[in-house]
């Protein structure tokens, strides 16, 4: 279920009602490509500084096996070959022109929530289009895994504009429709990480957006490790300002955590305040897990417009 407020429409960008999505709204970020590439002082830049395009030195994809020549790298000899033959081996990689970006994108209930600007869902589909758009521009494929909190949509890694078309086909049509359904029974954001590490080609860069409500810091810790292994993985979180207790709204309303369901009253300081330091403590739980796992992180609110956000990012 989700909350709106009355919001100032100029704030949006163009076509975009803030609760639903359209094309319209995500071929937007295509124009803003070139003001967010890199020396941009920026979110994107950020993120980007992570991700090696075009060119990435010794390729992941394997191609032969050749004797041993001075000069090859001695981590890359072939050990098995080498104790067969009695001669050193070597094997070769080719360099990879054209890198994986997957984007896991998290649609849950907790994500169809917003109370000022727009939904967490749709501010998240806005920096999904940015971080397309970009990943084309810069010659990598766009790919996909579309998690609604009961089934999962993958979307294949594809260059071009064919790639970010595809995705936002799926993500317009899957994001509409369960706007008016519910799930009683939500599964865990495992399923969605056990998916990313059964589909993404080793080497690809990796995008997990979320609020991370459904993250488990014990069972998702050890899939995250496995990711970490072969792959770039980074975390962008979403939040509402009302989950920090950041509201004008001072009566009472029935809240739920997912777990459980109560009536709070938003009118006392001391209420706001515990709102506050429980998200609070959620996020530093996440930040520090991305530390130990050097996972870059970052967050984006959903009351604000994104463009205005990532670029405030690294004043």
Same mark, same amino acid.
């Given at each position: 279920m989700f909350v709106k407020q009355e919001i100032a429409h100029s704030e949006l960008p163009e076509?975009?009602?803030?609760?639903?999505?359209?094309?319209g709204e995500l071929l937007y970020y295509k124009t803003q490509t070139v003001r967010w590439l890199p020396p941009a002082k920026s979110l994107w830049s950020q993120i980007n500084g992570q991700h090696k395009s075009t060119q990435n030195g010794r390729g992941m994809n394997f191609s032969e096996v050749r004797q041993y020549q001075p000069g090859d790298d001695i981590r890359s000899i072939d050990w098995r070959v080498t104790a067969r033959t009695g001669?050193?081996?070597?094997?070769?990689?080719?360099?990879?022109?054209?890198?994986? $970006?997957?984007?896991?994108?998290?649609? #849950?209930?907790?994500?169809?929530? =917003? !109370?000022? %600007?727009?939904?967490?869902?749709?501010?998240?589909?806005?920096?999904?289009?940015?971080?397309?758009?970009?990943? $084309?521009?810069?010659?990598?494929?766009? #790919?996909?895994?579309?998690?609604? =909190? !009961?089934? %999962?949509?993958?979307?294949?890694?594809?260059s071009r504009n064919k790639g970010p078309l595809q995705l936002f086909n799926q993500l317009i049509k899957m994001h509409n429709q369960i706007l008016t359904t519910d799930v009683e029974h939500e599964s865990p954001l495992s399923k969605g990480l056990n998916a990313l590490h059964r589909l993404c080609p080793k080497g690809s860069e990796i995008i997990i957006c979320s609020d991370f409500i459904r993250f488990d810091h014990v069972k998702d810790k050890v899939l995250l490790t496995q990711l970490r292994q072969h792959n770039r993985?980074?975390?962008?979180?979403?939040?509402?300002?009302?989950?920090?207790?950041?509201?004008?709204?001072?009566?009472?309303?029935?809240?739920?955590?997912?777990?459980?369901?109560?009536?709070?009253?938003f009118s006392t300081k001391q209420n706001r305040q515990k709102l506050e330091s429980a998200f609070q403590s959620e996020q530093q739980k996440i930040a520090s897990l991305c530390r130990s796992l050097a996972i870059p992180y970052y967050s984006i609110s959903s009351a604000v417009p994104l463009i205005s956000q990532i670029a405030g990012t690294n004043k």
């Open positions: 076509h975009a009602d803030g609760v639903t999505l359209s094309l001669k050193p081996h070597t094997k070769i990689f080719h360099e990879e022109r054209e890198q994986p $970006v997957m984007l896991y994108l998290d649609f #849950g209930k907790s994500m169809r929530f =917003g !109370s000022k %600007l727009m939904l967490k869902s749709v501010q998240m589909a806005h920096m999904a289009s940015l971080i397309s758009w970009l990943a $084309v521009d810069q010659k990598d494929r766009i #790919g996909a895994i579309l998690d609604s =909190g !009961s089934d %999962l949509f993958d979307i294949k890694p594809t993985v980074q975390f962008v979180q979403f939040f509402d300002p009302l989950e920090l207790g950041q509201t004008n709204f001072r009566g009472v309303e029935k809240v739920t955590n997912g777990q459980q369901t109560r009536w709070l009253s």
